[in-house]
Every structure is written in structure tokens, then in C-alpha cells.
């Protein structure tokens, strides 16, 4: 019987967010720039709790992305994955990430990060399954900058590990944020990476068994 393992990405995985670092990375750092000046009142907002997740993502999307052909875009996400987004990455959840691996775990990354770079990311690290927010195209295949379907996070987690993968119980689950609540609540072993408890510089081995 597979042990589903699941790991949320960004301030789990990473040491923070990662959509701007990828947006920069594509852009350049000019037109990067121009883009977080516009967003910055978006962003503020969100961060004041005035905003949600969803309007600053939309907003950053729309303005970085819109009009662009997916596949455009997927030469930048696939070099964010490979050179990018290692950098931010918390060596010590990285290495419990890799040793649950090791024991033949079936990983799955629960993230209301970019499936356009998350996967490609995940499938390099050995992930069995990937649920992501995904990014809507119109009639011609063009980004909107609007999210196809919810943004994975919260309920949406665990609405997407029963429904899309058929998860009803997780072995172990590793979040950081209100978030993560519902899908750490699947898990037998829910562990939050928190700077209160340390986990983000130190994990200890995982039991024996």
C-alpha cells in the first residue's frame, strides 16, 4: 500500500514566496522592476489582509504574462526550475524530502504555487503527482493572467487529494501556513515548518519502521 507523502513549496519547500523570483527571472530585471512598481499597490493590499491571494496573483499575472502563448513561457519556467528555485530552498526540509523518497514514498506536491514551474521542479526531484494553480488560456491559447479553476490552497488542497488523486489519509504532510490547515489535517504525522519550532533549519530523521 503506497504512503502518500505531501509537501506543500513555498515557505515549506523554500524559504519564501516564489511567483515574483520566477516573474523576475522571466522578465529581466528591468522590465521587472516596471512590474513591481505596478504591483505594488496590489501588493501592499494583500499584505495589509485588504487584498486576497488571488487578486495579487491575478494582478501580477495579468501584468507580466497576459497575451503570451503558454509555451513561450515554459523555456523560462523549466530554467526557474532547474536554477532558480533551488537557491531558495531550506536544505533541511529538502533533505527530509529526499529521505522519505529514499524509503520508496510516494511524494505529491500540494501547492498554491505555478504548475508552470512547480512541476517541472517536482518531476526533477521525483515526485509522484503534482497539484498545482494552474493559469488560464483563452480560445487561442493565449494567458489571461487569471487562474484556470481555484487557487490550491486551503480547502482546495484537500478537495484536489481526494478528488484528483483518490488521497483520503496521508502518511505525512509538511505545511507552514493557515494554508495548509485542511491537508495537514489528512496527514498521520502533520508537521508545520515554523520558525517558532525550528523545523526550517533543523529536521531530525525520520523514525525507524
Given amino acids: ?25 522571466q522578465q529581466g530585471n528591468l522590465p521587472a522592476l516596471g512590474l513591481l512598481l505596478r504591483t505594488a499597490p496590489v501588493l501592499v493590499g494583500y499584505g495589509m489582509g485588504w487584498r486576497s491571494n488571488v487578486q495579487a496573483k491575478e494582478t501580477a499575472l ?4 497576459a497575451g503570451r502563448l503558454p509555451e513561450e513561457i515554459a523555456p523560462a519556467a523549466e530554467h526557474f526550475a532547474r536554477h532558480g528555485l533551488p537557491q531558495l530552498l531550506r536544505p533541511a526540509v529538502l533533505a527530509r524530502l529526499r529521505e522519505h523518497r529514499a524509503r520508496g514514498h510516494s511524494l505529491v506536491l500540494v501547492t498554491a504555487t505555478l504548475e508552470l514551474y512547480a512541476r517541472p521542479w517536482a518531476l526533477q526531484e521525483g515526485f509522484a503527482a503534482v497539484l498545482a494553480t494552474r493559469i488560464e488560456t483563452d480560445a487561442q491559447g493565449r494567458i489571461t493572467g487569471r487562474l484556470a479553476g481555484e487557487n490550491c490552497w486551503g480547502p482546495e488542497k484537500a478537495r484536489r487529494l481526494r478528488e484528483d488523486l483518490g488521497i483520503e489519509r496521508l502518511a505525512y504532510a509538511y505545511g507552514n501556513s493557515r494554508g495548509d490547515r485542511e491537508m495537514l489535517a489528512m496527514a498521520e504525522q502533520p508537521i508545520c515548518i515554523a520558525r517558532s519550532n525550528g523545523f526550517g533549519r533543523n529536521l531530525a530523521p525520520l523514525a525507524e519502521g
Fill in 1 to 25: 500500500m503506497k504512503q502518500w507523502v505531501a509537501f506543500d513549496l513555498d515557505g515549506t519547500l523554500t524559504r519564501r514566496e516564489t511567483l515574483l523570483y520566477f516573474l523576475w527571472a
Fill in 62 to 65: 495579468r501584468l507580466a504574462l
